[in-house]
């Protein structure tokens, strides 16, 4: 055992020096870091977690000033030190900010030197860099609208990515089909001018340097093609379409983009399983939830209608995990991907990280995705699944003999790196 | 490694010393320990696993004499010692009738001393308490129906708790109708008159020290609200309502029912997911079963509806247990709490607690509950969950730097003892 | 914790010598074993995980030569060397053939000597039951179609098992129908005569010395009884029934046959799960995959309908293993059995195993079949979870204090061995 401690602490070692590529995070380009403490509390996880604590959603809310929101949040935390999200909010005071916090953890009444700390590291010039550095991730995926400006992206540092939602689930809403005629230059009445408008929309993107579409599914999603006629008869109606052509419209409009996405070699990202304002009385980006009991078979007409597509698939329930895993088994085209949001939880990593190991190539895993909002966290979430994997690799591979030490660091690298340079041709 | 264990060790000794509450129990006040050994092989897990070995059903009926049940039953549980549920019975004979198990455990040719020391004990004064002093629990919530007496309760040590299932399930019936009037006072025939009546009894309760309305939720349930008009109509017939009124009822009545737990402050207990008689050929009490694959978003409209009343909520089927920890760490008012029959078994219930202890507020989680029959179950029920919690929190929590053994403990009294008395608001 | 390990390696040092019965494979009695390596890479563990890896489906084909097909399959299986089935080829070309696989593993570059001693090898007088004894397996159970002969069976090594899928699902379609009609020498017209034409396949299968009846259910099966005259209507028809007709028919057959196990003492191995053909792109036997979100609870009126029949069942998805495991502690017929497929990874046979362990008598549950179709994999899969079986009984039951090693052991003997000969009546 005391070898087997010592496996894993020289595994950690190597694997904490991998530079990961992290293919999914809601890192905004142009305000990649925290500029005050503030900045960083105010991620959801926190919020959410002092709230579901008992702390008046009011003073919680973006627009509430520092000095009432800090200390009412704080506190709120304190019935979350057991929590991996408050273990984040340490571990990155401590690595990034030189900030050990004592030992009641950070209080109203101590926060200020950590703000003061985050400010002043946000004013050196290249911190975006120096944070990716220091948290050996090599390049960031974004998360882009369709309409937005790519311009002004460090490409060193970023990789854009669509954000496929707003054109998949509100086509049939005729403001949303404006923003898309006015993105694409291309008037959207019927399915060849929609496939038309996609495909100027990517085009946009790829020349800007995306490697990927990203999507979030809500559980019960049936990808079902629709025809040309049927398509054509959901747009052409100018204003708004019929309820009934409405609900299929989603389906048929994601096969449509699936296609283009083969056609550019753009490999699609898939979350799966997320229900959106599930809870009403919740904090901003606080309202989704999971839901157990449902299945990925959905979305076999996806995976089975475009085998020369990627699919880099997630799921929210834990219930679905070893669906996953087996759809990443057998499925040459489905690649499980990271440990998302409800369960990016250790325990349910380390027995779904084992499980993939055990069952599915090692080139067919992206290890993990940081889904963060600042690249602060980079650092505490790759960490933490640094950790599990040197634990899993040390136990579950090394130990019994399936492989030599160098076998798993083979794999780390793998799983933190070069799948997802090689599935997204990342250049360099 | 060694060091984990002597913190385990550690960690242990101190959650032992805890005096529990115990939620949710099924200990009739009037009864509430075993006069013979009968009473303790009579749990429904003993009987019940015995006739899964193959026991005859009609050995096991409680009407048989203890001659032939005994013996039988025995016979029965040798298959059954490698099991948890078996594991109790050997722990509370060493622990509260200091008859240590032979290597073979108890048998038909054995087990007449313990009988002995059961009866013996049961006789002796202030039984009860004792009972519970060295089972460590310092209050035991009851089981009481909404028409039953509740005088002559010690509620020094037994907290009584409404059960509100045949409020309900049954209402459609003239005859539960009835029987709530009689017990309220109240003519129950429209929306108001229901309302009335069921403040009646919970004003009952009330004064009768009552903490909690619990309920057992079946798989698929839906909470939907009835409007006024609905309710009137479901229940003005005076004898029978359809077949279509009586199905949407139950999800009517229990939201009014919320609402009044809400104005009286009472927290309400859920237990989802009991398919109730779906094994025909079960012993009495054995002929329940879960169901994978459902999902709690039934409940949504009940959480949503409900912002000012607590639920503390138990789920059966392990597909849905990241969904409970998911509702804990999101939903202010939603409380995971326990864990519950076909979840009870270690192997579930230390990823369970890891998963809880990692992502929800520490403050918001009712560790335990033995849902006991008799208070004998008390100490080896608790005894398990005492185990489980101290490795945990060794493991996942200490030894991982997330906090300090002090930090452990304080989690520990939190899951063992101060959230029930906050959350129930049990004086002292 | 050393005392831990030596434990475990005393229990695995017994429970290796354990003779186990292995009650489910598809191995061929005239051909139940590898004539040269490409028999054994054949497996579609191997041609699915290289055709997952990334190998085009068509090099990988039966009928493709060794000289293409091999070298291809390895090099797809270089991205699976951390997978449990890349495990067992390892395990056995060691153990059986004598095969140390060098650091790089088994290579285009390297694998002729294996094909050398695999040929050999099988060249030996006596192979089959040397390879049985080399595995520690004592007799293997067959997968046969009711209307092949079942003569010139090896009936000390090999039990013959109905395979009773097409009896179930096809009768519908008259090709299916006149087979059986063949097979039984019975004109199948209406329900009597149906169960005059199973009862005639069993008694053939009885006298040839088969102990159960195994099936494999798809996800949302629901066993319903079909009434003589609905049984009537569907099976008159002649050439055709209608689609309605042909849907609740499977349902009615299975109960059908279930009686007539029932009366032959034949308990019927229900594997439930595989939606079949899902995987449109899969290479041969790589198209099947589990369905998560699903419930055992069609299958009650088969448990409750039968009860005279002992049911030994297997689930595919890690959603419904609690469930499976709840059905074994609760009904008297069901036994859990094995750990299948998709669920056939050490990640998940170690928590299933533990859980059955605490909660189900231990002389209900049949610890594992190998579901080979060669009997090469016997040793490897059975190795596998004879390692785990010593694991979580030495730190799930003798750690804990709940039974002595031998104890342990005993247990042990009752999942490898005694339960299956008890259950399936299998004589000596």
Redesign the interface.
């Known amino acids: ?2 070898r087997c ?1 010592d496996l894993e602490s020289r595994l950690l070692h190597e694997i904490a020096q991998v530079k990961a590529i992290d293919v999914h995070s809601h890192v905004p380009a142009q305000e990649p870091f925290a500029r005050s403490l503030r900045d960083l509390l105010g991620y959801h996880y926190y919020t ?2 002092a ?4 702390t008046p959603k009011e003073v919680l809310a973006p627009d509430e000033p520092d000095e009432q929101a800090i200390p009412a949040l704080l506190r ?1 935390l304190e ?9 984040w909010l ?1 571990e990155l005071s401590r690595e990034l900010f030189g900030f050990s916090l004592p ?1 009641g953890g950070l209080t109203a009444g101590n926060w200020r030197p950590l703000d003061e700390a985050v400010r002043k590291a946000a004013a050196r010039p290249g911190r975006a860099r120096e944070l990716m550095e220091l948290s050996r991730i090599k390049k960031v995926f974004l998360t882009n609208s369709f309409d937005e400006p790519l311009d002004g992206i460090d490409r060193q540092l970023f990789v854009p990515s669509l954000r496929a939602d707003p054109l998949v689930f509100t086509l049939a809403d005729v403001e949303a089909r404006e923003a898309l005629e006015r993105a694409s230059s291309i008037c959207v009445r019927d399915g060849k001018s929609l496939r038309d408008a996609l495909a100027a929309v990517l085009e946009r993107f790829v020349r800007a340097g995306a490697c990927s579409v990203a999507i979030s599914l809500p559980p019960g999603f049936h990808a079902a093609a629709l025809s040309d006629q049927e398509l054509n008869s959901c747009l052409k109606g100018g204003r708004r379409t019929s309820a009934r052509q409405a609900g299929a419209l989603p389906g048929g409009v994601l096969l449509v983009l699936a296609g283009l996405c083969q056609d550019f070699g753009l490999p699609m990202q898939v979350m799966y399983g997320a ?1 959106r304002n ?5 904090v901003l980006q ?1 309202r989704d ?9 959905g979305l ?1 007409p996806l ?2 209608g475009f ?1 020369g597509l990627t699919f880099c698939l997630s799921v929210l ?7 996953l ?8 085209n489905v690649v499980p991907s990271g440990h998302w949001w ?2 990016n ?4 990593i380390e ?1 779904d990280l ?2 993939r ?8 895993l992206i290890g993990y995705y940081s889904d963060m909002y600042k690249l602060e966290f980079g650092l505490p979430k790759f960490g933490m699944y640094r ?1 599990i994997l040197a634990r899993v690799l040390a136990e ?2 090394v130990e ?1 003999g ?3 030490e160098e ?1 798993a660091l083979a ?1 780390a690298r793998l799983l933190l790196r070069d799948n997802a340079a090689r599935i997204f041709r990342l250049g360099d």
Do not use: C
């Open positions: 055992m005391t401690l959410e977690l709230h579901s604590a008992g709120g019935a979350a030190h057991s929590t991996v999200q408050y273990s340490v030992a229900i599930a809870y009403e009385h919740g606080g939830l999971p839901q157990a009991g449902d299945t990925l078979s076999l995976f089975n085998p329930s834990e219930s679905q995990a070893q669906e895993t087996s759809y990443g088994w057998m499925l040459h409800y369960a939880v250790p325990a349910y027995r084992a499980a190991l055990q069952s599915v190539p090692a080139t067919k950790r579950e591979f019994p399936f492989g030599s076998d794999i």
